[in-house]
C-alpha cells in the first residue's frame, strides 16, 4: 500500500519504532509474510520494534514475536511455520460431531427458552487453539526480553464486557506507567495466556475470557483509537500491517450482486469494519491534527512527532479465499452455506475462518512480496531515515 503523504515536518521525530498489528482471523497469515520480509532484509539486527502492540489475531505474532524478541530472527522462522501448517481443527472444533452437538444445543435453548439448556457461550470451541498457543509461546521469556533490551513493552488489546471500556493489557521496562483516557484503560500486568486468549474472543464465535472479576472479548470491539497504546508505551515511529487491501492501494475490487445481503455477508462486513475501519480512521483524524500542529503548532502544545507506515494486501484477499473455500471441514462449508454466505460477499466471512494452510501459505507470500516491494521505505523508516514518504503523526496521548 502506497503510504500517504504530507508536508516536511519542523520537529524532528524519534527512532523507537512500535509494531501495531490489528485482528483479522486468519488474514493474520499476511503479518507473517511481511515480518518474514523484514527479517530477510535485516538478517543480523536485532529485533527492530521495540515497542509491539497486538489486537485479536493480531496479537498472537506479537506475543511471540515479544515474548522472544531476544532471538526475533528465531521468532519469525516459528511464527511462519504454525502458519504454514495450519488447520481450522487448531482452532476451533470443526468435526461434524461437535458442530451438531453446538447447533443442538443452540436450538434446544432456543425452543425451551432457555429451561432446558443454557445459552451457549459461543458457537466454537477454541479449546484446540489455547492449547496450540501453549505449547508455542514461552511467557518466562518475556522478562528477558525486557531485561536485555531487546524490547521495551508488549500490549494486548481487549474489550472489557463490564466496564464497556477499551483495556491495553501490557508488560515492559520500569518506566512504562499505565494511562487512563475516557473509554480507553490500560493496566500493566505480567502478561498470560488468557490475556492472549481474551484479546482474540471474538464475540458469539468464542467464548468470552474471565481475567479477575471480569469476562473480555476481542480488544477490535471498542478500540476507538488502535494507534494510542503504542504511543504512550513510547514509541516514535509505528509500522502498521493491516490485513485489508483497499482500492487506493491498487488492489482490484469485487463486484458485488445487487442483491439483499444474507446473514453470512452481513457478518463477514461486520468482522471488516471490526478490524479495520478503526485503524484507518484513526489514522485519518491524526494526521488532520498533524497539519494542525504544521501550520499552528501552538494549538498543540506539548504535542511531540510521530511517524506512521501502513503496509497492507496488494491483492483482495476475498478473490483469494474464494479459491481455497474447498479446503474447509465439510461441517464448516454447510455452515457457511446456512448463513448464506455465498459469492464475493460471502468469501469475506469464509477467510477469516480460513485457517487452512494452502489460505496461509498464499497469504504469507503475499504478505512477503508486498514487504520487499517497501524495501527502501521500510529500511527507511526503522533505520531512523528520511521520512518524507510517511505520515507525521502528533501524539494523541
Known amino acids: 500500500m502506497d503510504t500517504l503523504s504530507s508536508p516536511p515536518t519542523r520537529a524532528a521525530v524519534g527512532n523507537t519504532v512500535g509494531l501495531v498489528l490489528p485482528g483479522g482471523g486468519a488474514h493474520a497469515a499476511y503479518q507473517v509474510g511481511v515480518l518474514r520480509a523484514i527479517a530477510q532484509l535485516l538478517p543480523r539486527a536485532p529485533n527492530p520494534f521495540p515497542v509491539i502492540v497486538g489486537t485479536s489475531a493480531g496479537a498472537v505474532a506479537a506475543s511471540v514475536l515479544a515474548t522472544d524478541a531476544f532471538q526475533w530472527q528465531r521468532a519469525v522462522a516459528s511464527l511462519e511455520r504454525v502458519w504454514s501448517e495450519f488447520h481450522v481443527e487448531q482452532v476451533f472444533r470443526a468435526d461434524a460431531l461437535s458442530m451438531l452437538r453446538s447447533s443442538s444445543r443452540w436450538g434446544i435453548s432456543f425452543v425451551s427458552g432457555g429451561w432446558l439448556l443454557r445459552s451457549p457461550s459461543a458457537l466454537f470451541d477454541n479449546s484446540p487453539l489455547r492449547e496450540l498457543l501453549e505449547r508455542h509461546i514461552r511467557w518466562e521469556h518475556l522478562q528477558r526480553s525486557i531485561r536485555t533490551g531487546a524490547l521495551h513493552a508488549l500490549a494486548l488489546c481487549a474489550t472489557s464486557y463490564s466496564g464497556a471500556a477499551s483495556v491495553t493489557f501490557f508488560d515492559g521496562a520500569k518506566n512504562k506507567v499505565e494511562w487512563n483516557r ?41 478500540q476507538l483509537w488502535p494507534l494510542s497504546p503504542a504511543i504512550h ?165
Open 182 to 222: 475516557s473509554r480507553r484503560l490500560s493496566r500493566r500486568v505480567t502478561l498470560t495466556l488468557d490475556h492472549l486468549m481474551a484479546s482474540m474472543a471474538l464475540p458469539f464465535l468464542f467464548p468470552a475470557v474471565k481475567i479477575g472479576d471480569e469476562y473480555f472479548g476481542d480488544g477490535s470491539q471498542r
Open 233 to 397: 508505551l513510547g514509541a516514535d515511529r509505528l509500522l502498521i500491517v493491516g490485513v485489508r487491501a483497499e482500492p487506493v492501494a491498487g488492489a482490484p475490487s469485487v463486484k458485488i450482486a445487487e442483491r439483499a445481503p444474507t446473514p453470512g455477508q452481513l457478518f463477514g462486513y461486520m468482522l471488516d469494519t471490526l478490524f479495520m475501519d478503526q485503524i484507518y480512521a484513526n489514522v485519518e483524524q491524526i494526521a488532520r491534527l498533524n497539519q494542525i500542529a504544521e501550520v499552528a503548532p501552538q494549538a498543540l502544545v506539548g504535542v511531540h512527532k510521530v511517524a506512521t507506515m501502513m503496509i497492507a494486501p496488494s491483492q483482495d484477499l476475498r478473490i483469494i479465499a474464494a479459491r481455497h473455500v474447498h479446503s474447509l471441514p465439510h461441517s464448516l462449508r454447510i455452515l457457511l452455506r446456512v448463513l448464506g454466505a455465498r459469492g464475493a460477499a460471502g468469501a469475506q466471512l469464509a477467510s477469516y475462518l480460513m485457517f487452512e494452510s494452502g489460505f496461509t501459505q498464499e497469504l504469507i507470500a503475499l504478505g512477503f512480496r508486498d514487504g520487499l516491494a517497501h524495501q527502501e521505505a521500510l529500511l527507511g523508516f526503522l533505520s531512523g531515515g528520511t521520512l518524507d514518504q510517511t505520515i507525521r503523526l502528533p501524539t494523541l496521548a
